[in-house]
């Protein structure tokens, strides 16, 4: 990915802009170990680089922002740094972050089992909070992926399928989808994974089928507005065939 300069923002303000951006949050716990410290601390400096994804989207009319919080696989993790993890309101969502983001007009959702028993009562009640709270904001929808595995998802959408359909053997890909956790959130444009990890880790798979995949060396707590304006940039280069002739973009 080449990194754009603060000149040429303007240009690509301009350019076609991916409707729905996700991020895969990777390196917090890189990011610290490379200054000696704790890995929590390495997640609680993820929250300035979400902050600049969020402005960065709302500069550039992006609709939809997604990032993966927390995976279905990090509960193998170390029990303190989990515990750290289920504690959006310390590193991710704090009081005056929330805030913030309702007063820009910012709508959060949170994609995932959230009804899980190991999710602490205290972690689901903010995270409803927080989505209670910004209900009715429109200028940006941003979607956490929090306790999110992709094939649980998928594994759920077809068992709730199979229990409300009548023939599930004629389900259209429209139907299927109101059994998704976020049936709403449109299909993911621009994948942009950070830390040089090039794989999707059970993220999103039925909305990454055409997506366009940026891959950066950047950790997440490095990834800030100028990494946001390269990937959108790299994503302008690249010509969408979804399978069949380029699509071209408005």
């Known amino acids: 990915m080449r ?37 929590s ?11 600049a994804a969020v402005d960065a989207c709302l500069e550039l009319g992006v609709q ?21 993890l289920m504690s959006l309101q310390e590193w991710l969502l704090r ?25 602490p009562p205290a972690c689901r009640d903010w995270l409803r909070e927080c ?3 910004t209900a009715q904001n429109t200028e940006l929808e941003f979607a ?11 594994l759920r959408a077809m068992t709730l399928a199979a229990a409300s359909e009548t023939d599930i053997s004629q389900l259209s890909e429209d139907d299927f989808r109101k059994y998704l956790y976020c049936p709403e959130m449109p299909d993911i444009d621009l994948l942009v994974r950070t830390s040089s990890e090039q794989r999707l880790s059970n993220y999103f798979p039925w909305h990454t089928a055409y997506s366009e995949f940026v891959y950066t060396d950047t950790l997440w707590p490095d990834f ?26 408005s």
């Open 95 to 119: 009081e005056e972050k929330r805030n913030r983001f309702r007063d820009l007009g910012v709508r959060m959702r949170f994609v995932g089992d959230l009804d899980d028993p190991r999710v």
């Open 64 to 84: 939809w922002l997604s990032v993966y919080a927390f995976s279905t696989e990090n509960w193998a993790r170390p029990a303190p740094e989990v515990q750290f």
């Open 131 to 133: 989505e209670a709270m």
């Open 3 to 39: 990194m754009v300069e603060a000149e040429e923002h303007e240009s690509i303000r301009l350019g076609p802009i991916p409707s729905h951006v996700s991020c895969i949050m990777d390196g917090n716990g890189r990011w610290a170990q490379m200054r000696e410290l704790d890995r």
């Open 41 to 51: 601390k390495g997640h609680a400096a993820a929250e300035d680089s979400v902050d």
């Open 144 to 154: 956490i992926a929090f306790n999110y595995g992709g094939r649980a998802e998928l």
């Open 224 to 249: 800030l507005g100028g990494h946001f304006y390269s990937a959108v940039a790299e994503y302008q280069t690249r010509k969408r065939r979804k399978g069949g002739k380029a699509v071209t973009e």
